[in-house]
T-cell receptor, first 114, second 118 residues
Framework: ETGVTQTPRHLVMGMTNKKSLKCEQH?????MYWYKQSAKKPLELMFV???????ENNSVPSRFSPECPNSSHLFLHLHTLQPEDSALYLC?????????????FGSGTQLSVL | AQTVTQSQPEMSVQEAETVTLSCTYD???????LFWYKQPPSRQMILVIR??????QNATENRFSVNFQKAAKSFSLKISDSQLGDAAMYFC???????????????FGKGTKLSVKP
């Protein structure tokens, strides 16, 4: 148990659905992240919320929308997804601004888009 | 831009034996971190070991050690006395220290799937 909890564990959705992924960290960290893990591809950083600022990867489509209401909670809102968006979505947290910064990951949400 | 390459998609080792997983990277920076993460079937990425580029001494964590060759941009992971629980995907990752604020932008390799035979 690393203190980062993701729900749901699995999600199947149609292309017209709207759903949200949730992440919660119990480690007192001040930065949270969304990563995408596709088959046979390196993990890709999608969004970073650090010290109340959002940093994003400009290649992420607008059908993915993050929300970070406080330092402990992170959401990824999904709408009108495509089949190629099927992947494992991993949340992580860390204590930013520390040289010894380490990332702690959740167990991910396995998303299937039909 | 930095890149991380893991040239071994799959590896296999006999229980109690030693195995080495390869990783090379490309960067023009002089200060950075390198990591090995393990992802078992539970899917949770777990930090195995970390190396700071300015430290010449190779990092070790119990049965896990690295061979860090900065000039060659090589960062291999050695697992000694392999156990069944070591079976997992192993990812090599790079992180710059030149950003302000969060340094969470890890650049990952594609991973190596390690099987352990009893």
């Amino acid at each position: 148990e690393t203190g980062v909890t993701q729900t749901p564990r699995h999600l199947v959705m149609g292309m017209t659905n709207k759903k949200s992924l949730k992440c919660e960290q119990h480690l007192g960290h001040n930065a949270m992240y969304w990563y995408k893990q596709s088959a046979k591809k390196p993990l890709e950083l999608m969004f970073v919320y650090s010290l109340e600022e959002r940093v994003e990867n400009n290649s992420v489509p607008s059908r993915f929308s993050p929300e970070c209401p406080n330092s402990s909670h992170l959401f990824l809102h999904l709408h009108t997804l495509q089949p190629e968006d099927s992947a494992l979505y991993l949340c992580a947290s860390s204590q930013a601004d520390s040289r010894g910064e380490k990332l702690f990951f959740g167990s991910g949400t396995q998303l299937s888009v039909l | 831009a930095q890149t991380v390459t893991q040239s071994q998609p799959e590896m296999s080792v006999q229980e109690a034996e030693t195995v080495t997983l390869s990783c090379t990277y490309d960067t023009s920076e002089s200060d950075y971190y390198l990591f090995w993460y393990k992802q078992p079937p539970s899917r949770q990425m777990i930090l195995v070991i970390r190396q700071e580029a300015y430290k010449q001494q190779n990092a070790t964590e119990n049965r896990f050690s690295v061979n860090f060759q900065k000039a060659a941009k090589s960062f291999s992971l050695k697992i000694s006395d392999s156990q069944l629980g070591d079976a997992a995907m192993y990812f090599c990752a790079y992180r710059s220290v030149n950003y302000g604020g969060s340094q969470g932008n890890l650049i990952f390799g594609k991973g190596t799937k390690l099987s352990v035979k009893p």
